[in-house]
């Protein structure tokens, strides 16, 4: 199977305006971006709506292509971007282009799902949660988590800790059980890609704000793979400066 990854990328934000060109170590994080999905060996390309964003990434040697402004999701610009590109690859990847500490390992995570399983459709990561991050980290719900079957399928995506465990104290649950967060990449078949941003709103995407739960709700599969590194998505500028100081104790 051929394989893009197709990185959305959009200027305005309410909380960080002009992210994608936000520096990080003086290099814009929508560059260091491709420069990570680059190592996979996967072809990249940003799909933004602003030509600053457009310029830049291809001033640094990648390639990109301008989409629509009104767009709701990342999914729908990713669409866009692959039907406008006109390429022949059967999966397409969807890396956030806030995310410029993705692995290359990550990515071929998602890949391997389609090549072992020729009939996976939709694809994402997860991670078990550390309990020594504490309850508190686990509450948090800007931290989505997930279950999944024994097929490796995901069963449910929440804001709130899933599974409950019944019966016993809330202090004691990450004694009692392992709970997996969801580490926010997608791989989509790109029939299924079309299919899904056609897709209205469903009742527990609203209720949670999760995407993802709209295609569970329709009766799409969902295919999950393990992995051992969490992302650091950037969604302001303390994340910004947070991820500089990181890279300095590196």
Same mark, same amino acid.
């Given at each position: 199977m051929k394989y893009i990854v197709i990185i959305p990328a959009r200027y305005e934000s309410s909380r960080f305006p002009g992210?994608? #060109?936000a520096k990080i170590a003086g290099e814009e994080m929508i560059v260091r971006v491709c %420069?990570? @999905?680059?190592?996979? =060996? @996967?072809?990249?390309v940003v799909a933004t709506d602003d030509s600053r964003i457009f310029d830049c990434v291809e001033?640094? =040697?990648f390639k990109a @292509?301008?989409?629509?402004?009104?767009? %709701?999701s990342g999914t729908e610009r990713v669409e866009e971007a692959y039907r406008k590109l006109n390429t022949d690859a059967e999966v397409v990847i969807n890396v956030q282009g806030d995310e410029p500490f993705i692995r290359p390992e990550q990515i071929k995570k998602?890949? /391997?799902i389609f090549e072992n399983n020729p009939d996976a459709v939709l694809a994402t990561l997860c991670k078990k949660f550390d309990p020594q991050q504490g309850f508190d980290a686990l509450f948090d719900p800007n931290l989505v988590k997930v279950v999944y079957s024994d097929k490796m399928e995901a069963l449910y995506f929440s804001r709130s800790i899933i599974p409950? @465990?019944?019966?016993? /104290? &809330?202090?004691n &649950? #990450?004694?009692e059980a392992e709970f997996y967060t969801h580490i926010g990449i997608y791989g989509y078949k790109a029939k299924t890609l079309s299919q899904i941003v056609k897709l209205p709103e469903s009742s527990l995407e609203k209720a949670e704000s999760l995407?993802? #739960? %709209?295609?569970l709700q329709n009766g799409l599969k969902i295919n999950v793979a393990l992995t051992e590194f969490s992302t650091i998505g950037i969604d302001t500028e303390a994340d910004l400066h947070a991820a500089e100081e990181m890279l300095k104790g590196e």
């Open positions: 992210k994608p #060109l %420069r990570q @999905v680059e190592k996979a =060996g @996967v072809e990249a001033k640094a =040697g @292509v301008m989409t629509s402004s009104s767009h %709701r998602i890949v /391997d409950y @465990v019944r019966k016993t /104290d &809330w202090k &649950w #990450l004694k995407e993802q #739960l %709209r295609w």
